[in-house]
């Protein structure tokens, strides 16, 4: 929690990276993946107990490049949408 009480920003985002990279090295097939781009917009605050999850779409896919974009969500109220480029390895 940041000093708001509200879950912190660079965890949000450290989240929707994560999730992000997984979907890549799935839908590519590979071992592993690099972030080549990650933008994340604020959109509502997290809350002490909230249940956060990933909700990630492919958007494009290349052979060595996977775009996607996430909704980062507790419940039905979204925290934060991301969208990024991740390189195949």
Same mark, same amino acid.
Not at 41 to 52: A, I, M, S, T, Y
Not at 71 to 87: F, N, P, S, Y
């Given at each position: 929690m940041n000093g708001s009480g509200s879950l912190h920003g660079g965890v949000v985002r450290s989240f929707a990276d994560i999730a992000m990279s997984q979907v890549s090295r799935l839908i590519g097939g590979a071992p592993g993946c690099s972030t080549v781009s990650l933008?994340?917009?604020?959109?509502?605050?997290? =809350?002490?107990?909230?249940?956060? !999850?990933?909700?990630?779409?492919?958007?494009?896919?290349?052979?060595?490049?996977?775009?996607?974009?996430?909704?980062?969500?507790?419940? !039905?109220?979204?925290?934060?949408?991301?969208?990024?480029?991740? =390189?195949i390895a």
């Open positions: 933008t994340c917009d604020f959109v509502g605050p997290g =809350k002490l107990g909230d249940v956060v !999850e990933a909700r990630v779409r492919v958007t494009r896919q290349t052979r060595t490049l996977v775009f996607l974009s996430a909704d980062i969500v507790a419940g !039905e109220r979204v925290l934060a949408m991301a969208t990024g480029l991740w =390189k």
